[in-house]
């Protein structure tokens, strides 16, 4: 489980894939000096619900992993997330969109 801790201090629990791909996507809106939120629901143990940050490149932002290999990047996912990113609800933390091949009825 990686960390977020953004401004003050706060840390914000969220998977490491997840966060892996959440960080490629928060770098590149910062980089474009584009402000937005991110929202998410709670992992399990903490308290129910879910939260939403605003995310401006003139706060401090660190991104912290606990596996130290970075994960491969799902191209999709990321699409997904920049998606939402440029919406006006901002990013919300979906799950991974997979590439499942198409079935083709032949056995």
């Known amino acids: 489980m990686g960390t977020i801790q953004y ?6 629990h969220i998977e490491d894939r997840a966060l892996a791909h ?16 991110l929202s998410w629901q709670h992992p399990e143990g903490d308290s129910d619900g879910r939260s939403t940050i605003w995310l401006h490149p003139s706060i401090p932002l660190r ?3 606990d596996d ?10 990321i699409q997904s ?6 919406s006006t609800g901002g990013i919300s933390l979906v ?7 198409e079935q083709t009825g032949q056995p």
Request: aromatic letters at 8%; a negative charge.
């Open 7 to 12: 401004g003050n201090g706060d840390e914000i």
């Open 22 to 37: 959440l960080k490629v996507v928060i770098a590149t809106k910062l980089r474009r000096n584009e402000s937005f939120t």
């Open 63 to 65: 991104f912290t992993f």
């Open 68 to 77: 130290p290999e970075a994960p491969q990047i799902n191209a999709q996912w």
């Open 81 to 86: 997330l920049m998606h939402s990113a440029s």
């Open 95 to 101: 799950d991974e969109v997979l590439d499942v091949p």
